[in-house]
T-cell receptor, first 109, second 113 residues
């Protein structure tokens, strides 16, 4: 069974304090790994797609990396506006996504 | 602007009633999806549709029904058979094919009176 586990469940950072979020997975055949950002009361916003081990993608203060067993979302010098829940999802057969439970990030000024 | 519109934003249901949640997209996407999100949990797939007039059950389809008569629209009916319908419902759409990101609406929050 395909599984996605995100850690930590919650993370509090001071503004400017860099850190990483983890998404570990077990899947029979990885087709793609997606990162989303979700603000309270809103739908998830697409951030990145990673296709193969070793791949990296960046957007502003965010950098996503992928290995054969896990993905990391690195946040460099975060700002309070980066506070959100970050979701990781695997694409499995039939274009279906299996989501992790998310990491709730709070960045204090 | 292109996007996905879900309505209403808040919906209240009495016991024994069916309710229908609307989802419309103008992104020319072929595939559409319905998810349920409960507090502190990830998204769980209810139904999805890759093309018009065709749809498949997701992981938690019991107590729900859908239709896909138009490419732009994918309404979800929460029936009285769904015993715990209170949740945040999210609709998404994407192009068909591998590694196509799904784009989401802003959800409908359903509560039982």
């Amino acid at each position: 069974e395909d599984q996605v586990t995100q850690s930590p469940e919650a993370l509090r950072l001071q503004e400017g304090e860099s850190s990483s979020l983890n998404c570990s997975y077990t899947v029979s055949g990885l087709r793609g790994l997606f990162w989303y950002r979700q603000d309270p009361g809103k739908g998830p916003e697409f951030l990145f797609t990673l296709y193969s081990a070793g791949e990296e993608k960046e957007k502003e203060r965010l950098k996503a990396t992928l290995t054969k067993k896990e993905s990391f979302l690195h946040i460099t010098a975060p700002k309070p506006e980066d506070s959100a829940t970050y979701l990781c999802a695997l694409e499995t057969s039939g274009s279906r996504l299996t989501f992790g439970e998310g990491t709730q990030l709070t960045v204090n000024p | 602007d292109g996007g996905i519109t879900q309505s209403p934003k808040y919906l209240f249901r009495k016991e024994g009633q069916n309710v229908t949640l609307s989802c419309e997209q103008n992104l020319n996407h072929d595939a559409m999806y319905w998810y349920r999100q409960d507090p502190g949990q990830g998204l769980r797939l209810i139904y999805y549709s890759q093309i018009v007039n065709d749809f498949q059950k997701g992981d938690i389809a019991e107590g729900y029904s859908v239709s896909r008569e138009k490419k732009e629209s994918f309404p979800l009916t929460v029936t009285s058979a769904q015993k715990n319908p209170t949740a945040f419902y999210l609709c998404a759409s994407s192009f068909r094919g591998r590694n196509q990101p799904q784009h989401f609406g802003d959800g409908t929050r359903l509560s039982i009176l």
